[in-house]
């Protein structure tokens, strides 16, 4: 069993910056992807952005390409999505994913991810 906690989701006004993190615990080593992904109010839950632990390239969504930046802290088995120049069409709750599979998987699909956290909200308004 994997446990993953979200922190640092908030109100912040349109052009800010907030830090998303998701701090993991049981049984993650050998697991392929930590994603994130997010839910706007009456709407499908969609990708944000990716990352191995292993290594290799972040993986974002159009939307979050040029915005968003994902990293991850293997000692500390936390990965964090740093969020800047926020717009109101980010509004949402925002979920940690991790995939326990030890192989290569879409990082863009729900299907690929095993565990969730219960999710942050982030509203993005004036």
């Known amino acids: 069993q994997v446990q993953l906690v979200e922190s640092g989701g908030g109100l912040v006004q349109p052009g800010g910056s907030l830090r998303l993190s998701c701090a993991a615990s049981?049984?993650?080593?050998?697991?392929?992807?930590l994603g994130w992904f997010r839910q706007a109010a009456g709407k499908e839950r969609t990708f944000v952005a990716g990352?191995?632990?292993?290594?290799?390239?972040?993986y974002y969504s159009d939307s979050a390409k040029g915005r968003f930046t994902i990293s991850r802290d293997n000692a500390k088995n936390t990965v964090y999505l740093q969020m800047n120049s926020l717009k109101p069409e980010d509004t949402a709750v925002y979920y940690c994913?991790?995939?326990?599979?030890?192989?290569?998987?879409?990082?863009?699909?729900?299907?690929?991810?095993?565990?969730w956290g219960q999710g942050t909200q982030v509203r993005v308004s004036s």
């Open positions: 994913a991790f995939s326990a599979s030890r192989r290569y998987v879409p990082v863009s699909v729900t299907e690929s991810y095993d565990y």
């Open positions: 990352i191995s632990w292993s290594g290799g390239d972040p």
């Open positions: 049981g049984r993650t080593f050998g697991g392929y992807l």
